[in-house]
């Protein structure tokens, strides 16, 4: 109650009575200031106001000093190490409201006092702490670049740590080499054979570099190339053409559909081959050593864990590793496969002859051989056929063909003596020939992607057909138009494969007659309403599920050795390196990291790989094909002790370190980071300086190389460096590849962000509403004219445009709003509020959100028309839903800043609050809702921290420090199950240890699987006494008895919802249909599963064959009671067979599906989900 009068908050007085007990009233009283220095959480703001209550006069000594050490705190914050005086000054008597003479004399006196550390102009320390020895070399390049004659204040812990840095850095060029001997040329060329092309002589130097120098550093992006056959095919804007005929300069179409130029061919002479063969009929061919971007999984050793952990994920490899995996036979070796290509948008073929979806309708349900008539009942197809021939001068007229009941339509010119566009097209193009000889002409593969879109609609809409499921398929009687369409799939981004042919039969006059051969193509897209123009087939479509979580792969199936062949490979300039051969498949380049890594392992040396957030280590472990971990991780980081268990004096156990995006180090990090290398170690540091610092203070990649380029200018012009006088003056090897390829027009995005490095002004074309963005654009440019403009703006693209346009993607897990600024109309705060209103409102009836996530096949996270329970806190507002962001570190949960997490539950009673970070649920108490914040959007440096997701050319990337794994052991995930007993007895036949430890896998003789820590208890039988025991996983040996029984308590008590919707069929019987599963309607579908035949997807047909009465006419009851269906006794029935009993309901049978009840066989029958899902 004394602290709440003075406007503590409640989880500010929960940190000070933890903190201090009962001498948390004394110490505010007499050192209010005190708080914001010791206790996380409480800053000088609330200090601040306790003091001005208490009496505190506004030039106070305790108060100016507080006010001094924020104001440095602040600017730290902006990136500041230190802060010139007379600045810092002025900063902090606007930030006081008092005079600055009192604060030059407390300045003074902090100094006296070693609070603060001042450096004058010549680089000096003036009050110096006694381990200060070393002159820092940031503090020197700092006055010589920095601010002049004028003295800098720094925080003590900033002075450390950049006096750490200054010394390692001495340190490592002090001492000599740990690596074996290298030859290092020798090296780089057993690098490029590996690699299969030849290397850049600045790529050349990076290797030299760090194979020579203790300290190195590499910026800048690397190009690379690819050594295919003479003959293998490149798709270029005009088509493929052969890699062989490619000349420097010439341009071809990359992964993400964008044209990028050749920049170097280079002849690799004759190479083993083979043929690569993907799961929809694709193949191409390359070298053994080729890389390739795949989906795999694999162990990989932990070196700060000392063991195998599993990995997996997109990874480079060679073809040779591919090969391997996929001759070992095991089930993850069958999952492997390469991204899909973003479709082409090259437009070198102009204006078709013929408007490309008119000429797929009529390719499709057209008569070409004389007159080209289209014959179709659809309404919405004609006209819209109608309309775009209609420019052309061409209209539609009904005929009727030999009394035929289907409805025709023939196109003709506008009048007699007129010419037919339409016909001489398609004359032209050679397409007047029967259906069984029909296909899609050449000029079109080379289209624009809105052309080849509009085709691939053309045949959908007529040829094409939507099941029940939403599954898309394209049927033609012509062998050669389904391959066609299988390539026209293709070159647009989907997964086509053509399935078994069909041979349909028929009666003619009494006589059955075998049809022509049907070959239907199976469709895959990650937006499958796009593929279609008609209203109806799109509506179908939304009954697919989309693969949100792993996306769409290409499966690898096979690979086939060849007989040797010439073979080339190619340099583009793309950042990403990938390219498309033949049949559209990517494929991928190497880096000089993966050649660096290969000659360390190579010599058996130590490497470890390290980056300063989760995302930047896993993209560093798909490159180099190694584990990499955050360096907190690396360094494993006590909460408790607040500091790094590895340091100086216990360094790291490496003879080689690779820290990727450094950039992002802040001093600190840098310090504890340096420290921990052995002094034989190599370190290689590797970042770009131009993309956004860390959200810590300092730029440490920058000063390095900066420190490099002086002392070198000093040799050069023959002049003393300012450096000279410091026995750890740095001249490190600093390789820049120069090369053009991170800045070329590939991506609006990397075009933009280049511009503006380089001070131009090119930004894509802007719009003034949000409806007119283009939803295929990675970077789209949306004026808003005030800041309410701004906020309505961002509310639409969040609940409307980006729900339609990416219905694939979750409007509140997969969507991040980023801001500048975190006050005003379109700040955080405000920005938060409203986001939150219309994404996840308290009440459930609001219409627009609810709408945009229903019509856009994503859950909601609330139930509809309902009371959504709320927690109210000092940060805002929480419902089940919500998004949140980490602000402070939290030790005691496992929670760093920057970590975004989503609401599970809350308790408005108990005041906590239950969140899932990565999985992890951490219930949050009062005294944590101060570290939380909602994170529908958040400030520009808390994204690069944060575990957030950003829409880049690659697709959906992270970014932000995920801590995938807190802690010193391995997460091990609950099961759906728990074991007790004694329920039954089954015996141990085995017990496997799995590699990722301390996981126990244990199998016994039924197949019943357990995994769990090796702290888990089973309940085991004793082999004498014959009682039962408790016993841990690793002491269960091969032979024992264990008691299993399946805890379906887990589950949760609210009974399943089946969300299903009837349609209004005409002229029928609504039925009405259960909205839960209940236990009967539960006992109804297990009779189903086990005695059932629910295949059938055309008439709705569901039957149950069993001999039990009682069973029966139970089935009969539980139909009747929930459905309003009576069951009918099938007329094959006889005394020979059991009866079979069927429904024929297609209402009834969606709502099986809905349940889970899929339209299968008996083979790959199974449980359905709802059942799963309910209470025990």
Known sequence: ??????????????????????????????????????????????????????????????????????????????????????????????????????????LEALIAQHDLVSHSAAGKSEVRSPKSEATSAFSVQRSAFGVGGSALIQLPVNDRAEQRIAVAVARLRRTGSGLPPIKVDAAVKWAQERAGFQFHELQAAALRHALTSKLSILTGGPGTGKAQPLNALVLTPEGFRPIGKLRVGDEIVAAEGHTVRVTGVYPQGVKPTCRITFADGRSCECCPDHLWRVWTRKSVWNPALKRKVRARGWRVVPLQYIERRLRENRVESARMAVPLIEPSRSTANGNPPCDPYVLGALIGDGNLRDAVILTSRDPE????????????????????????????????????????????????????????????????????????????????????????????????????????????????????????????????????????????????????????????????????????????????????????????????????????????????????????????????????????????????????????????????FDGAKGGFTVNENSPLATDFLIVDEASMLDTRLAAALFAAVPSRAHLLLVGDIDQLPSVGAGNVLKDLIACGDESRRSKVEGRKSEFADSHCAPEIPVTRLSMIYRQQNESHIVAT???????????????????????????????????????????????????????????????????????????????????????????????????????????????????????????????????????????????????????????????????????????????????????????????????????????????????????????????AFQLAGPAGVVRADQVYRGTVEPAIRLITRHGFHLTGSHRHPVLVQCPTTAAPVWKKLPEVRPGDFVAIRRDMGLFPRQKVRIAYEPPAYPLRRRIALPATVNAEIALLLGYLVGDGAYAERKDGDVRLTNADRTLVRNYARILRKHFGLRPTLSRSTTHKTAPTWYVISKSFREWLAAAGLGFVTARVKSVPSAVLRSPR
């Open 1 to 106: 109650i004394f602290l709440q009068t003075y406007g503590v908050t409640t989880s500010q007085c929960a940190k000070l009575v933890q903190k201090y007990a009962g001498d948390a009233k004394r110490i505010i009283q007499q050192e209010p200031y005190r708080v914001a220095r010791e206790i996380d959480g409480i800053g000088f703001k609330t200090a601040d106001k306790i003091a001005i209550n208490l009496g505190f006069a506004n030039d106070a000594p305790p108060r100016l000093d507080a006010g001094i050490l924020y104001a440095l705190q602040t600017l730290e914050e902006e990136g500041h190490t230190a802060y010139p005086a007379a600045a810092l000054l002025e900063y902090t008597t606007e930030l006081l409201q008092t005079t600055g003479e009192r604060l030059a004399a407390r």
């Open 381 to 636: 197809l004609t006209g819209r056929v109608a309309t775009r021939v209609a420019p052309m001068g061409v209209r539609l007229k009904r005929v009727t063909l030999h009394g035929a009941a289907t409805i025709s339509w023939r196109l003709i010119a506008r009048g007699k003596g007129f010419p037919n566009p339409v016909r001489e097209a398609i004359k032209a193009l050679g397409l007047n020939v029967n259906s069984e000889e029909k296909f899609v002409p050449e000029p079109y593969f080379a289209a624009s992607l809105e052309e080849r879109l509009e085709l691939l609609r053309g045949l959908l809409d007529t040829d094409g057909t939507v099941d029940r499921l939403g599954v898309v398929s394209f049927t033609s009687c012509s062998f050669r138009l389904a391959k066609d369409f299988q390539r026209l799939a293709w070159s647009v981004g989907c997964i086509a494969t053509i399935g078994a042919t069909k041979k349909p039969s028929f009666i003619h006059r009494g006589e059955r007659r075998r049809g022509r051969d049907a070959y239907t193509v199976f469709l895959q897209h990650p937006r499958p309403a796009s593929l279609f123009a008609l209203s109806r087939k799109q509506r179908r479509t939304q009954r697919l599920r989309p693969r949100r979580r792993l996306g769409y792969r290409l499966l690898i199936v096979s690979v086939t050795p060849l007989e040797p062949r010439e073979c080339v490979c190619i340099a583009i300039d793309s950042p990403s390196g990938l390219y498309v051969t033949n049949d559209y498949v990517v494929t991928h380049n190497t880096t000089i990291l993966h050649a660096l890594v290969a000659i360390l392992k190579a010599k058996k040396v130590r490497v470890h790989l390290a980056a300063p957030t989760g995302r930047a280590a896993q993209r560093l472990a798909e490159t180099t094909g190694g584990f990499a971990s955050t360096i907190h991780r690396l360094l494993k």
């Open 753 to 975: 962000a280049h511009a503006i490095n380089a001070g131009e002004a090119s930004p894509p074309p802007v719009v003034n509403e949000v409806g007119k963005a283009s939803a295929w654009s990675d970077l789209n440019f949306i004026a808003a004219y005030s800041a309410e403009d701004c906020v309505a703006k961002v509310l639409e693209l969040c609940s409307d445009y980006i729900p339609r346009h990416c219905r694939w993607l979750h409007p509140i897990n997969d969507v991040q709003v980023l801001a500048p600024m975190h006050k005003g109309v379109a700040g955080v705060a405000n920005l938060n509020r409203e986001l939150q209103t219309a994404l996840n409102p308290a009440h459930g009836d609001a219409t627009p959100p609810s709408r945009a996530f229903r019509d856009h096949g994503v859950a909601a996270p609330r139930q509809p028309r309902t009371q959504v329970p709320a927690l109210r806190t000092s940060s805002g507002e929480f419902r089940p839903g919500d998004k949140l962001i980490q602000l402070r570190n939290n030790y005691d949960q496992g929670l760093f800043n920057g970590d975004i997490g989503t609401v599970v539950s809350v308790n408005p009673g108990a005041g906590t609050l239950t969140a899932d970070f990565d999985g992890e649920k951490h219930v949050l108490e009062r005294g944590d809702f101060g570290d939380i914040a909602p994170a529908y959007a958040i400030s520009i440096h808390k994204c690069v921290a944060a575990d957030t997701w950003v829409l880049t050319t690659q697709g959906w990337q992270q970014i932000g420090d995920l801590w995938p794994a807190r802690g010193s052991g391995v997460r091990v995930r609950a099961a």
